[in-house]
T-cell receptor
Framework: RKEVEQDPGPFNVPEGATVAFNCTYS??????FFWYRQDCRKEPKLLMS???SGNEDGRFTAQLNRASQYISLLIRDSKLSDSATYLC??????????FGTGTRLLVSP | GAGVSQTPSNKVTEKGKYVELRCDPI?????LYWYRQSLGQGPEFLIY????????DSGLPNDRFFAVRPEGSVSTLKIQRTERGDSAVYLC????????????FGEGSRLTVL
C-alpha cells in the first residue's frame, strides 16, 4: 500500500463550482500534513498546511481526520487559474515528507 | 536570484554514463531534499540532508545513486551507470528548518537517458 494515496483525476469542473479532493495516508504516526500545488511543468509550491482543527484560506479549506487517516481540500468558487495538480504531502516522521501522486484539476469557462 | 538553483536544467546522456546534478539551496536553509518526479507521478523522496549529513537516504533506489553536501550548502546528486529508467525530473528543495513542511523547490533537472 502506498504511504499517501490520491485520486489522480482529472476533475473537470466549470468556473464557480465547488470541488473537493481527498487523500489517505497509511502511517498513523504521521505528524503533519500539507497541500501543495503544481502547475504544468513547474515545481511544486506550498498551498497550505492542514491542522487538526481544520483551516481556511480564502476559497480554500483543508481538513484532517486522524481517526480515518485522511485529509481533504475544498475549493469554492473555482477559477480558471485554479487549474493545476494538487499534491497531498505527509510528514511521516523524522522530517521525511512524502508526496502523493497528485490530483489534477481542470476548471473550464 | 534568491531561490533554489539547479543545474543543469536539462541533461541528455547515454545509458551507462555518469551524471552529476547540482543544487544550490536558499541561503541559510539548513534542510535540503532531493526528489525524483516521473510523468504523471508525484515527487518521489530520495534523500534528506540536515546540514552536511544525510539524515535519511532511504529513498535512494540503489547504490548507483549517491548524494553529498560537503559544506552544508550546495548538494550534488550523483548517478553512476545510468539506465533508461533513471529518466525523470530531479527536484531539489530546501527549507529553513526541518519539519516546517514548507519546501522551496528549484525548477528541476530533467534527465533523459537514451
Amino acid at each position: 500500500r502506498k504511504e499517501v494515496e490520491q485520486d489522480p483525476g482529472p476533475f473537470n469542473v466549470p468556473e464557480g463550482a465547488t470541488v473537493a479532493f481527498n487523500c489517505t495516508y497509511s502511517n498513523s504516526a504521521s505528524q503533519s500534513f500539507f497541500w501543495y500545488r503544481q502547475d504544468c511543468r513547474k515545481e511544486p509550491k506550498l498551498l497550505m498546511s492542514v491542522y487538526s482543527s481544520g483551516n481556511e484560506d480564502g476559497r480554500f479549506t483543508a481538513q484532517l481526520n486522524r481517526a480515518s487517516q485522511y485529509i481533504s481540500l475544498l475549493i469554492r468558487d473555482s477559477k480558471l487559474s485554479d487549474s493545476a495538480t494538487y499534491l497531498c504531502v505527509v510528514n511521516t516522521g523524522f522530517q521525511k515528507l512524502v508526496f502523493g501522486t497528485g490530483t489534477r484539476l481542470l476548471v473550464s469557462p | 536570484g534568491a531561490g533554489v538553483s539547479q543545474t543543469p536544467s536539462n541533461k541528455v546522456t547515454e545509458k551507462g554514463k555518469y551524471v552529476e546534478l547540482r543544487c544550490d539551496p536558499i541561503s541559510g536553509h539548513t534542510a535540503l531534499y532531493w526528489y525524483r518526479q516521473s510523468l504523471g507521478q508525484g515527487p518521489e523522496f530520495l534523500i534528506y540532508f540536515q546540514g552536511t549529513g544525510a539524515a535519511d537516504d532511504s529513498g535512494l533506489p540503489n547504490d548507483r545513486f549517491f548524494a553529498v553536501r560537503p559544506e552544508g550548502s550546495v548538494s550534488t546528486l550523483k548517478i553512476q551507470r545510468t539506465e533508461r529508467g533513471d529518466s525523470a525530473v530531479y527536484l531539489c528543495a530546501s527549507s529553513l528548518a526541518p519539519n516546517t513542511g514548507e519546501l522551496f523547490f528549484g525548477e528541476g533537472s530533467r534527465l533523459t537517458v537514451l
